[in-house]
């Protein structure tokens, strides 16, 4: 739009130019044109009065002279009249010009002393006056002059006129001009390529249905349109080519799943059985900035992994509407089509009050189950009014479920995490015949520690509604089991890992979670250049460390810092060539334990800084706010070394991102041994968080070590997220629950 307002402009002064030099023109000659005509009527009338004027100036008649003048005063445009003798003096005048006779004489002993006419025009009293001399004879001799003064000021009216007339004009034309342009730009560009954009869009998607936009209307775009469409026709066949060898790729699990192959799985093993994802966060959340709205993409493991199978696989997501725009932005339904730039699968958002959100979500979940199911020595605090807004919110979201699968026969409904732990049950009670997963994104502790939940029973009997329960390692498996049989009444099988409990079984497997790999729309950053970036933050350094968490007590932030300044005391060589980046995701900033950790690691930052701080160098930068994914990839890509230090975490998928992020072999990763992904990122460097001194010596390593070493170890990675994505983990996550 703005390139099509500078053009308009420059088209508008272009034309104003054009008119303002034709105007100046225009101007010149018809002030000339009446200058002249006014000269040669002053002539004319001087010449005339003069022959009434000389005879009683020669008979010396002053009288006679003045009452002459008076007479012809203020007739049509002669302003006035005065007679000089030839020394100058002034011998009659109008009353008009009483006052402006001696700014006249010049004019009148010019013409004397030359013996002509003389005229000029001058300004008297803020009028225009065009003043004419002619000499007065007696017998051959110069005697005096008569001066008429004639009234010039209409030729500055006039050429006014001209000037107000074209401008006029100008502005007429240009508005319209302007008019014409858009709506030009509308119809013969905008609108045509808008069409073609949608074409080509329904193309990407593999829509048959959408027809090519209109070939005789647009002459313009005709060739192009052509040539369009058979691209797109190319396209559709590589699509079909890649269906078909997605096909074959069914047969062998070792072959990279990819999003198509996804795609086709789900035709051919989910007999297009709809899926209805469920989980407290949303993928998309709007925001509200005056009359705009934008939408982020929420920093959440769990979103990470799971929108890229929406993507493949369509459906409906149902989660927490939490955003300020969120409800200006569905339809009576509370439905909205996303990614809102190219729409692939049905959002629905519920909406809680703030008591509900309260109790369940920053009371219940994120103060009890939270540091319940992580190690990271916060304790958990449980709160009876809590855990009813977590039943009554969890009952909301059964409910909600319940009418969207309403008609739809033998649904899978799959539910995300640990703030939805009574869901299955609820799901399962009223539609058994709905398969019903749950997978839990962050780690199950050892049976003793999660006995000390007050509503432990009630937790373990809602997950087992399910039919799989999902965990991310083994570990988690076996303490999930050994739980069940510590708390509830049911049979378990030890080697199938299932629990019976009312005649239902329950499976439950480890599904490591992952991210898609490769990720094409993440990495619209690959051509970004690293010093500009560098350069754009004030970062002078030769190393860079990046760390990417949300702001939450588990993720070992603390312990980063400390190794960081143990670093730099121990090798001091790094001062001012090692600049750590830590990207810090505000979360859940209402609850007070996560307040607290935020001033912590402020103020830890700010110690460190303090402790070796060298003229602009300092060594830790933190950039407190959300980023987008293509901006944390940037960081990803600009890293000589990653820190993930989670104290404990289920999965920790920022390894995995780093891993993804570098298609160029290089970096080094750094990653806590309790982590679920330091199973399979092996050749990451593995530490203990708790132990500075290691995660030191580890950032020293990464720094130095040989760039044959960091392509080795980084494409070994690569191959385990490439074999393992998150296309594989939801294949074989539904492969089960179809076949249960
Ligand atoms: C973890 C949980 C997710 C959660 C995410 C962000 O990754 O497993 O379920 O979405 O943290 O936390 P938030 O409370 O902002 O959703």
Redo the contacts with the bound molecule.
């Keep these: 739009m703005k390139q099509i307002f500078a053009a308009v402009f420059v088209i508008i002064v272009i034309i104003s130019f054009i008119v303002v030099a034709f105007t100046l023109t225009q101007v010149q000659q018809e002030e000339q044109r009446l200058k002249e005509g006014l000269e040669q009527r002053s002539i004319l009338l001087a010449e005339s009065l003069k022959e009434t004027v000389q005879p009683n100036f020669i008979n010396k008649s002053d009288q006679q002279l003045q009452k002459l003048i008076d007479k012809f005063e203020d007739k049509q445009r002669l302003a006035g009249m005065v007679i000089y003798d030839n020394k100058g003096e002034t011998i009659a005048t109008s009353s008009s010009l009483i006052a402006n006779v001696l700014k006249t004489q010049k004019i009148a002993e010019e013409a004397m002393d030359s013996d002509a006419v003389n005229g000029d025009f001058v300004e008297l009293t803020n009028e225009k006056m065009y003043l004419l001399a002619t000499p007065l004879h007696d017998q051959g001799n110069v005697v005096g002059a008569l001066m008429i003064a004639q009234d010039a000021s209409y030729i500055d009216t006039r050429l006014n006129e001209i000037w107000k007339s074209n401008l006029l004009r100008l502005f007429i034309q240009a508005s319209l001009i302007s008019i014409a342009i858009l709506l030009i730009i509308r119809w013969l560009i905008y609108e045509p390529i808008r069409g073609l954009v949608k074409f080509l869009k329904s193309a990407r998607r593999g829509d048959l249905e959408q027809k090519s936009p209109s070939l005789s209307t647009n002459f313009f775009f005709r060739p192009l349109i052509k040539e369009i469409s058979n691209i797109r026709g190319s396209l559709m066949e590589a699509r079909i080519t890649a269906n078909e060898e997605a096909k074959l790729g069914l047969q062998k699990l070792d072959s990279p799943w990819t999003e198509q192959r996804l795609k086709v799985f789900i035709k051919d093993v989910l007999k297009d059985r709809t899926i209805f994802m469920v989980?407290?966060?949303e993928p998309y959340i709007h925001t509200k900035k005056g009359r705009t709205i934008n939408y982020y993409i929420?920093?959440?493991?769990?979103?990470t992994a799971i929108e890229p199978i929406m993507q493949a696989c369509g459906g409906m997501w149902i989660a927490q509407g939490s955003g300020d725009g969120d409800k200006l932005t569905v339809d009576q339904n509370d439905k909205l089509k996303v990614p809102p730039d190219e729409p692939k699968y049905t959002l629905k958002r519920i909406w809680l009050t703030e008591k509900e959100e309260a109790g369940y979500?920053y009371g219940f979940?994120?103060e009890g189950l939270?540091p319940l199911c992580h190690i990271a020595y916060t304790r958990p605090t449980f709160k009876k009014e809590d855990w009813e807004e977590y039943k009554k919110v969890n009952g909301k979201f059964a409910q909600t479920i319940l009418s969207e699968i309403k008609n739809i026969e033998r649904p899978i409904v799959l539910i995300?995490?640990?703030?939805l732990a009574l869901v299955p049950r609820m799901i399962k009670n009223s539609r058994p015949d709905a398969s019903v997963g749950i997978f839990w994104?962050?780690p199950w502790p050892n049976s003793e520690s999660f006995s000390v939940c007050p509503w432990k029973k009630e937790i373990i009997d809602g997950i087992l509604g399910a039919d799989l329960v999902g965990f991310q390692t083994q570990l988690h498996c076996n303490n999930f089991i050994e739980t069940v049989s510590r708390e509830i009444e049911s049979l378990l099988d030890f080697e199938q890992l299932t629990v019976t409990r009312n005649e239902h079984i329950s499976f439950v497997k480890p599904f490591p979670i992952s991210i898609a790999f490769p990720n094409p729309s993440k990495e619209k950053s690959a051509n970004f250049d690293p010093r500009k970036l560098l350069k754009s933050l004030n970062i002078k350094t030769k190393y860079i460390g990046v760390g990417v968490d949300?702001l939450?007590y588990t993720k070992g932030i603390l312990e980063r810092l400390k190794a960081i300044e143990i670093f730099l005391k121990k090798y001091p060589a790094y001062i001012g060539n090692f600049t750590f980046i830590q990207i810090a995701a505000p979360?859940?900033s209402k609850i007070k334990e996560y307040q607290k950790f935020t001033e912590a690691v402020e103020k830890e930052v700010e110690r460190v800084n303090n402790l070796f701080r060298k003229n602009s160098w300092k060594p830790i930068i933190l950039f407190k706010r959300h980023h987008t994914q293509e901006e944390i990839y940037q960081f990803y890509k600009l890293a000589n070394v990653c820190l993930v230090t989670s104290l404990h975490d289920?999965m920790n998928?920022v390894a995995k991102e780093f891993v993804t992020a570098r298609n160029d072999n290089k970096g080094v990763l750094i990653l806590s041994q309790f982590t679920g992904a330091v199973r399979e990122l092996k050749d990451a460097l593995i530490i203990n968080p708790y132990n500075g001194e290691q995660t030191a010596e580890a950032i020293k390593t990464a720094l130095e070590l040989s760039p044959l070493e960091q392509t080795k170890k980084m494409r070994r990675m690569r191959e385990v997220i490439k074999n393992y994505n998150i296309y594989r983990w939801s294949a074989e996550l539904l492969k089960i629950i179809v076949n249960i």
Excluded: C, E, K
Aim: cysteine-free; aromatic content about 12%; hydrophobic content about 30%.
């Design positions: 989980s407290n966060r929420p920093a959440s493991g769990m979103v979500y979940s994120n939270w995300q995490d640990f703030q994104h962050i949300r939450d979360s859940r289920g998928l």
